[in-house]
């Protein structure tokens, strides 16, 4: 049988929950003799442009153009859209920014902090816009499974990985849910 | 009556049960071991149906309806589970997390709230409604109770705590729709509010909406599920409320009220600012070792053996050079009832100490020295009184600072029973609630005493059959109303206040005359005499009680009063001549002796769990001891009749002994024999003592 296919991208995020996934440890080399992972930022891909795969994860918020963008593609690109951690799920930690104007954030980043000396906002073509507010994944795309945590267990993200493989969409059991 | 209630038969998931008429769905289904989500219901609270957290389905009908509330009817069939009832569940919480700031990720709370378990029993792994992001107010304006509106979900535990538990009504609802708010008051800040920190609305908020602003956030908390409990009783004033307290690796992290109480204590959770708030501060730094002044008057570490030497050495000295009569003993009213049996043992066989006494000032008992009969004393009625009390008379300042719970009894009665009330005294602790108030300045309460008793017995002398009545006409000399008013220079509105008072205590079939411990603690017996002769008016309850509650400056003073012999007068202590020891339980609101310790005593040392810094001057020895929630011990009650055992809820740093341990210790070096050997027998002993002065008081 064809091994199915994986990518996972992240957004607005911390990295936590793709370290979250590398500390399942030796569990890793199960799971990769059953599944492929096509691009993902373990492997260091700079291109998006990837071509389709079975199961697409997501890691962070989607907070700029360019998570817009690539969350937009991978949706295209895959038949199962997971949401990987609190941030990809409910907005997480990013959303502290939603209750203040976008402009007060970036002054607030690049110009007033501390060691800041005649800072300016960057801004140029190249440069992906802030969003307004720092979105669910689920706000922009259609999402079929969500694993909440911040990040979540290895033992969640493997079960998510394991009901996948068997055909089914993960809903985690209450006892592996955590927000915090 | 009861037991002619013939059980209804109904169904829960298929469950035949059999259950009183009266309860609702959901009692029944915790009666029978079922579980039934809930959020805005409290098992210390009135239900409100609110939420709608616990909806079930009642004989397939379409609309699910809200178990709290619901009264069971025989032959209902009740599911409590299915597809179609958690889905609803799922969307109220995910509406309740979408329409504040709910992300727990960021919130310290998370961990120990009620509304992140439900998520996660109810598997809300994403939401399918847009979070608003909408910004709420803040409210930490208090440095006990913080509000933060953002993480409300308006469930109004807290409004039914305010008004059920503590009688405040401080709580309510503000603005309507998306824009309500809890508020203090009419839309007052916390601290602008009649608020007196209670903190009922926090302990029941499911949510981080209300929280203590001593320990805030989870980084120091952890979580709910690595924490201990221990179950014991707060020793700050002599209601003995039980409590729960929470420890995370031996840190305190929260101290509660027990629900259900139990023993007829406060119920519901019922605690005051200084047992919920004030026990969490740290006051000071701690004394870890023994310490010993050198000649320079610089402190340095000592061994506890040469320390406890020093300690006898001192002692004996002072008084083989003045005699027993200059070694003052003074211990803490907050200490246990076994500290204090080894202190008085270690002092009064030890040096043959003259006097002995508390740190706080206990001149509170000079109200027991007058009896029916010449060497015999009354007996003060309990606190639980107040629950059947028909009219309340409270003389002085009872403040919300001294006895906080004493007053949320009393306001509770007067709101939910009508019952009446009056104070005398220099500020009204009952307004709004009370139906009468006297200002007189502190010390005159005495002199309206005096009018108030002549013009009631003026009043009873055709009717009044208690059994003291007769000689209380002959001690109550007539005096003139008119007199007294002018001297008080009490306006019209008082003086007819006067007349309704003396009318109401008349009336009353169950009054409770509350003192506070300043009027008790007066030097003019007559007045006392007048005091108690009121009470006894209305004659006694049980044998030997009075209807009067003295309350007391400490939580233990009725242990200490007992134990330490205080009625014996001659033996108090007045002042510190030459030397003495100290027993020092620094708590926020009493860390400096009532007596002034004067510098240049021959020797003082003092135990105590911090560097006492007031005595730094005067002191030659600190020993070192555990603080109360470091150490077990019993408690003696307000009306010196009941007994409990205060279990430690934290180890004492290392090194330091259970201060009986210290005592025993030094009475060896003394050459004391001592009747008990171990904490067994010395709590036997102590609990003996106070036993003994009960049961006399029954018999």
């Known amino acids: ?180 | 009556m009861e037991n002619n209630i013939q059980p209804v038969k109904i169904t829960i998931d298929g469950q035949e049960v059999f259950v009183n008429p009266e309860l609702t769905i959901l009692q029944a289904a915790q009666q029978n071991g079922i579980r039934i989500p809930t959020l805005c219901h409290h098992a210390a609270l009135s239900d409100r149906g609110g939420c709608r957290m616990c909806v079930v389905q009642v004989d397939g009908a379409p609309r699910l309806a809200a178990s709290c509330v619901t009264p069971v009817r025989d032959g209902m069939e009740v599911v409590t589970v299915n597809e179609r009832i958690t889905e609803t569940r799922r969307t109220i919480l995910e509406f309740l997390f979408a329409e504040r700031n709910h992300n727990c990720m960021f919130c310290p709370q998370s961990g120990d709230c009620e509304l992140q378990d439900l998520a996660y029993e109810l598997q809300m792994d994403h939401l399918t409604v847009p979070q608003s992001f909408h910004e709420f107010p803040v409210d930490i304006t208090s440095d006990t109770i913080g509000l933060d509106h953002n993480r409300c979900i308006l469930c109004g535990r807290c409004v039914r705590a305010c008004e059920e538990i503590s009688g405040c009504y401080v709580l309510n609802f503000q603005n309507r729709g998306p824009d309500t708010l809890i508020g203090f008051d009419l839309n007052e800040m916390r601290e602008d509010s009649a608020c007196t920190s209670c903190g009922a609305c926090l302990q029941v908020c499911p949510t981080g909406a209300l929280y203590n602003r001593y320990r805030t956030h989870y980084a120091v908390k952890g979580h709910a599920k690595d924490w201990q409990t221990v179950r014991t009783v707060c020793p700050l004033c002599g209601l003995l409320c039980p409590t729960v307290s929470t420890v995370k690796d031996d840190y305190l992290i929260k101290i509660e009220g027990a629900i259900p109480a139990g023993n007829g204590q406060p119920e519901g959770g019922q605690l005051c600012r200084q047992g919920r708030f004030d026990v969490l501060k740290n006051s000071g730094r701690r004394l870890l070792h023994p310490m010993v002044k050198k000649t320079d008057g610089s402190w340095a570490e000592a061994s506890w053996e040469s320390a406890l030497d020093l300690v006898v050495e001192g002692l004996t000295a002072v008084r083989d050079a003045h005699g027993g009569n200059a070694v003052v003993g003074l211990a803490s009213g907050l200490s246990s009832n076994e500290e204090l049996v080894c202190f008085r043992d270690l002092m009064v066989k030890g040096w043959e100490t003259g006097q002995i006494g508390t740190l706080e000032n206990s001149g509170f008992q000079n109200i027991y020295r007058i009896g029916p009969d010449k060497g015999q004393t009354f007996k003060e009625a309990s606190w639980k009184k107040i629950a059947e009390a028909d009219f309340i008379l409270a003389v002085g300042t009872v403040t919300h600072d001294s006895q906080p719970v004493v007053g949320s009894l009393i306001r509770k009665r007067i709101i939910r029973d009508n019952m009446r009330s009056a104070g005398i005294g220099p500020n009204d602790f009952l307004y709004p609630y009370g139906t009468h108030h006297i200002s007189v300045k502190n010390g005159d309460e005495l002199l309206l005493i005096k009018a108030i008793l002549s013009e009631a017995v003026k009043v009873m002398e055709k009717t009044a059959s208690a059994p003291d009545v007769g000689k209380i006409f002959e001690q109550a000399a007539p005096v003139n109303v008119k007199d007294i008013v002018k001297r008080l220079q009490l306006d019209a509105k008082a003086e007819s206040a006067l007349d309704e008072i003396i009318r109401d205590y008349v009336d009353s079939d169950n009054p409770l005359i509350i003192v506070a411990e300043d009027v008790a603690a007066q030097k003019n017996l007559s007045g006392l005499r007048d005091l108690v002769n009121l009470a006894l008016l209305k004659g006694r309850h049980g044998n030997d009680r009075l209807r009067l509650i003295v309350l007391k400056p400490c939580g233990n003073s009725m242990g200490a009063y007992k134990l330490l012999h205080l009625s014996d007068e001659k033996k108090q202590a007045q002042t510190i001549p030459k030397g003495g020891l100290v027993l020092l339980e620094q708590d926020p609101f009493q860390d400096t002796p009532h007596l002034e310790i004067p510098v240049g005593l021959d020797f003082l040392a003092v135990i105590s769990p911090y560097r006492p810094d007031s005595l730094d001057d005067c002191a030659h020895v600190l020993i070192p001891k555990p603080l109360w929630m470091e150490s077990d011990g019993t408690c003696t009650g307000l009306d010196g009749g009941e007994i409990a055992f205060r279990q430690k809820m934290l180890d004492a740093p290392a090194g330091i002994n259970p201060s009986w341990q210290t005592l025993m210790a030094l009475s060896a070096r003394a050459n004391v024999q001592l009747d008990y050997g171990s904490w067994d027998e010395l709590r036997q002993k102590a609990e003996q003592e106070i036993q003994k002065e009960v049961s006399s008081e029954k018999a």
């Open chain 1, 1 to 180: 049988m064809k091994k199915p296919k994986l990518a996972t991208v992240w957004c607005e995020a911390c990295a936590g929950c793709h370290m979250s996934f590398l500390d399942l440890d030796e569990a890793l080399i199960d799971i990769l003799s059953q599944v492929e992972i096509t691009v993902s930022p373990v492997t260091d891909f700079k291109d998006y442009a990837f071509p389709q795969v079975d199961v697409g994860i997501v890691e962070g918020g989607v907070g700029n153009e360019e998570n817009r963008e690539v969350i937009e593609h991978l949706r295209r690109q895959c038949r199962f859209l997971i949401a990987w951690g609190d941030c990809a799920v409910f907005g997480g930690i990013h959303t502290l920014r939603n209750w203040l104007p976008k402009d007060d954030v970036l002054r607030c980043g690049y110009v007033e902090t501390a060691s800041t000396v005649n800072g300016i906002i960057p801004a140029h073509e190249d440069i992906p816009q802030l969003l307004d507010k720092v979105l669910p994944v689920n706000a922009v795309v259609a999402v079929d499974g969500y694993v909440p945590g911040c990040p979540p267990a290895p033992e969640a993200l493997a079960y998510c990985l394991k009901e996948l493989l068997a055909g089914r969409l993960p809903v985690l059991p209450a006892d592996m849910m955590h927000f915090d």
